[in-house]
T-cell receptor, first 113, second 112 residues
Framework: KQEVTQIPAALSVPEGENLVLNCSFTDSAIYNLQWFRQDPGKGLTSLLLIQSSQREQTSGRLNASLDKSSGRSTLYIAASQPGDSATYLCAVRYGGATNKLIFGTGTLLAVQP | EAGVAQSPRYKIIEKRQSVAFWCNPISGHATLYWYQQILGQGPKLLIQFQNNGVVDDSQLPKDRFSAERLKGVDSTLKIQPAKLEDSAVYLC??????????FGPGTRLTVL
């Protein structure tokens, strides 16, 4: 069964701290992996997409890494800000016609000013 | 470019009532998805359309849920009758061939 797990479920850090969110998946035959941000009452905003052939992607203060062999991805946020407070979701896409995304349960991040 | 539109944004109903949600995908996106996100969980795919045909509805509770995309553009998702456990956010997403999925703001359903 293809499952995606995220730890921790919740995280609270002071402003300015660097932090790491973790995502693991049971089936390593992925097509790509995507990190999303979800604000309360809002939809999902794509942050980074890593193809299966890539090791990492960077966008501003965000860096996502992918280790297919171990079934893991990490999202690194540098110099966190209160505006980073949100739920972060990891989603894995497997091959095939449906392009279905399988989501983790998310990490709720609170950055304290 | 306009994003994925959904309505209503919020809906409160009593159990055993019916409810319908509407989604307008990004123009030109052939693929449309409906996800259910229960509080504290990640979104779960309910149904996927390619134009007006169903590609995957394996996780759609077909005894009470139905969805259609008659003209290959807008889509509606219906629940009849609703149960307490249907309380969730219903997300619509669309995708252009070869591209990534873009999500709408969702409809938050509360069943009392």
């Amino acid at each position: 069964k293809q499952e995606v797990t995220q730890i921790p479920a919740a995280l609270s850090v002071p402003e300015g701290e660097n932090l790491v969110l973790n995502c693991s998946f049971t089936d390593s035959a992925i097509y790509n992996l995507q990190w999303f941000r979800q604000d309360p009452g809002k939809g999902l905003t794509s942050l980074l997409l890593i193809q299966s052939s890539q090791r990492e992607q960077t966008s501003g203060r965000l860096n996502a890494s992918l280790d297919k062999s171990s079934g893991r991805s990490t999202l690194y946020i540098a110099a966190s800000q209160p505006g980073d407070s949100a739920t972060y979701l990891c989603a894995v896409r497997y091959g095939g016609a449906t392009n279905k995304l399988i989501f983790g349960t998310g990490t709720l991040l609170a950055v304290q000013p | 470019e306009a994003g994925v539109a959904q309505s209503p944004r919020y809906k409160i109903i009593e159990k055993r009532q019916s409810v319908a949600f509407w989604c307008n995908p990004i123009s030109g996106h052939a693929t449309l998805y409906w996800y259910q996100q229960i509080l504290g969980q990640g979104p779960k795919l309910l149904i996927q359309f390619q134009n007006n045909g169903v590609v995957d509805d394996s996780q759609l509770p077909k005894d009470r849920f139905s969805a259609e995309r008659l003209k290959g553009v807008d889509s509606t998702l219906k629940i009849q009758p609703a149960k307490l456990e249907d309380s969730a956010v219903y997300l619509c997403a669309s995708r252009q061939d070869g591209g990534e999925q873009f999500f709408g703001p969702g409809t938050r359903l509360t069943v009392l």
